[in-house]
């Protein structure tokens, strides 16, 4: 009677780890991954400048790749600043502070969400944000004309300017530099914000959703062409959000999901000079890992293509560029101690169902 016992409760074991890894085989794409593109992976910095970092930024310039997050003892401690490294000489350059949130009242904010920026012509462009929290911040530039060596005294933008939220902005044909923003005090609402003029001046579009069929934020854009963009973007209904705009951005339809999951983290997608969409997410419901690479030549249909990582911990909060070699340009969050970079040949980026 014992050992008929013993056998039922193993069972009974067996077929609960048997559901629960069905269940996580479900949550991962169903695809052969291009391995083979994944050319180059490293951490940013080896000695830690801060006991914790997060959410990188990555741009190119026309001295190299400057990179940049937010660190100090805990997101949301008043001692968070900006950090930043070039890329010299075949590695990393040591992690400088460039922002804090010290005010001219002497209190100090945390700093929050770097979003790095080159013009076709003008500064570099740091926007970040700085408040006790993401639904009291405001927003901050910075510029540099030595391609991140050195950058001016920060500004703070205009009222109910935030800057590009977390994803970098794109220049459409006419010079105008459109960002991607979001907000948090009345629900979470999606919205975008133009510039002309390199950020002298501000027009405010939206909110584009109403904060209750989707609490949606962080859009990163991309481009279709003819005036056709699309935003792509977190939720907290467990999938990736989808707006579409026919004018440049000037307005913007129905806020609808894509067929992707996300665990309420941030996300990043860029347009390739092919026409191809590459986007850098959370493949899960749940959780911060795995982290993974979906293509599309649509901007509707996904299809998985690679997984950066995937054992346990958090991986969070990418950033993607093409530089002008038609490389791909990864950073993210690696267990809130590091940032990671990883480089893709979007050409060997092939997916087998």
């Given at each position: 009677?014992?050992?008929?016992?013993?056998?039922?409760?193993?069972?009974?074991?067996?077929c609960t780890l048997a559901l629960h890894a069905a269940s996580l085989a479900s949550e991962a794409p169903a695809t052969a991954m291009s391995t083979n593109a994944l050319l180059?992976?490293?951490?940013?910095?080896?000695?830690?400048?801060?006991?914790?970092?997060?959410?990188?930024?990555?741009?190119?310039?026309?001295?190299?790749?400057?990179?940049?997050?937010?660190?100090?003892?805990?997101?949301?401690?008043?001692?968070?600043?900006?950090?930043?490294?070039?890329?010299?000489?075949?590695?990393?350059?040591?992690?400088?502070?460039?922002?804090?949130?010290?005010?001219?009242?002497?209190?100090?904010?945390?700093?929050?969400?770097?979003?790095?920026?080159?013009?076709?012509?003008?500064?570099?462009?740091?926007?970040?944000?700085?408040?006790?929290?993401?639904?009291?911040?405001?927003?901050?530039?910075?510029?540099?004309?030595?391609?991140?060596?050195?950058?001016?005294?920060?500004?703070?933008?205009?009222?109910?300017?935030?800057?590009?939220?977390?994803?970098?902005?794109?220049?459409?044909?006419?010079?105008?530099?459109?960002?991607?923003?979001?907000?948090?005090?009345?629900?979470?609402?999606?919205?975008?914000?133009?510039?002309?003029?390199?950020g002298r001046t501000w027009e405010l579009i939206g909110p584009v959703n109403d904060g209750k069929e989707f609490g949606a934020i962080q859009p990163s854009i991309l481009v279709?062409?003819?005036?056709?963009?699309?935003?792509?973007?977190?939720?907290?209904?467990?999938?990736?959000f989808q707006i579409w705009s026919q004018d440049y951005g000037r307005t913007w339809e129905k806020m609808t999901t894509l067929d992707l999951p996300n665990p309420n983290s941030?996300?990043?997608?860029?347009?390739?000079?092919?026409?191809?969409?590459?986007?850098?997410?959370?493949?899960?419901?749940?959780?911060?890992?795995?982290?993974?690479?979906?293509?599309?030549?649509?901007?509707?249909?996904?299809?998985?293509?690679?997984?950066?990582?995937?054992?346990?911990?958090?991986?969070?909060?990418?950033?993607?560029?093409?530089?002008?070699?038609?490389?791909?340009?990864?950073?993210?969050?690696?267990?809130?101690?590091?940032?990671?970079?990883?480089?893709?040949?979007?050409?060997?980026?092939?997916?087998?169902?």
């Open positions: 009677m014992k050992t008929n016992r013993v056998i039922a409760i193993l069972s009974l074991c067996f180059k992976m490293e951490f940013i910095f080896d000695e830690l400048p801060t006991p914790q970092c997060h959410a990188s930024t990555i741009v190119e310039t026309a001295d190299g790749l400057v990179a940049a997050w937010f660190g100090g003892r805990h997101e949301q401690n008043e001692d968070v600043g900006i950090w930043l490294s070039r890329y010299q000489d075949g590695g990393w350059s040591k992690p400088m502070e460039v922002a804090n949130g010290i005010q001219h009242t002497r209190k100090r904010y945390p700093c929050w969400n770097p979003v790095l920026f080159q013009p076709r012509q003008g500064p570099l462009m740091l926007f970040y944000k700085v408040g006790p929290s993401p639904s009291q911040w405001w927003g901050m530039l910075m510029t540099s004309d030595d391609n991140g060596k050195t950058w001016s005294l920060p500004r703070r933008l205009p009222e109910d300017i935030l800057g590009p939220v977390k994803n970098k902005p794109i220049q459409l044909p006419n010079g105008d530099i459109l960002c991607g923003s979001s907000s948090e005090h009345a629900g979470w609402r999606v919205h975008f914000e133009r510039t002309p003029d390199l279709h062409g003819d005036g056709k963009l699309q935003a792509v973007g977190r939720t907290r209904q467990g999938k990736v941030g996300i990043d997608a860029v347009t390739l000079k092919n026409g191809r969409h590459i986007l850098v997410y959370n493949h899960t419901e749940r959780g911060r890992t795995p982290l993974n690479v979906a293509i599309s030549t649509d901007g509707r249909t996904w299809q998985p293509v690679l997984t950066l990582e995937n054992t346990p911990g958090e991986y969070s909060y990418p950033a993607i560029i093409q530089t002008r070699d038609g490389l791909l340009h990864i950073t993210y969050t690696w267990k809130r101690l590091r940032i990671k970079h990883a480089v893709v040949n979007p050409d060997l980026l092939t997916s087998t169902p």
